[in-house]
């Protein structure tokens, strides 16, 4: 797989860090159900690419301390603002360039972010920095390839209508704007397929659980 460019990932976030937030969209839909994943007594938590700390915030509820990363400045500084608590550690930096001791995490969770590091690299780095018994949680965008792919997230379509309409009220979660913000930034993005992510999951973690998720998203647990 190619190497991001992170100076690219950077400048689209800090524009996307700017744009209207929904209050219903693909990743934040699963917030509730990831968070019930979590073990009844967490110490760290980490969040790798926590933008503007929605999940982070959640996550604090159940956790000693989360260390919550994001590579973009603007997106900490607006979490900061919107999800503080006493808890959150707000790290601006790439996770690549981070130092942690092996052994030292009780959870490390990611949403939407995993597509934009080394996946095998990020395999590694959790194998490596959690505790015995520690939780790994990625949800994250997929390439469609398979039969049951395009039929699982073909049938995806009429409910993202409906709960656009119940939970943002208008048939489309993002305006002119967002969706050209959005998808001008969906062309720097590569995503796998459910084939070759249970393939690197087998080699790192092979007691991983991966499903597909509805819109457009698979989960590894």
Known sequence: MKMEDYNIVKNDFNEISQLNEPKWNHNNCY???LVKLLPNTVKTCLEIGCGKGELSFMLSKKSTKVIAVDLVDKMIERAKVLHPNKNIEYICENIIDMKFDNNSLDVIITTATAHHLP???FLGFAKDKLKKGGKLIILDLVKAQSLIDYIIWGSAFIPNIVM???KNGK???D???SKEV???HGKHDTYMTMSEIKALAQRYIPTAKIKRKLFWRYSLV
């Open 31 to 33: 917030f509730k159900h």
């Open 119 to 121: 996946y095998e690299w």
């Open 164 to 166: 656009n309409l119940i």
């Open 171 to 173: 048939l489309q979660k």
């Open 175 to 177: 305006d002119a704007h």
């Open 182 to 184: 959005w998808e001008r």
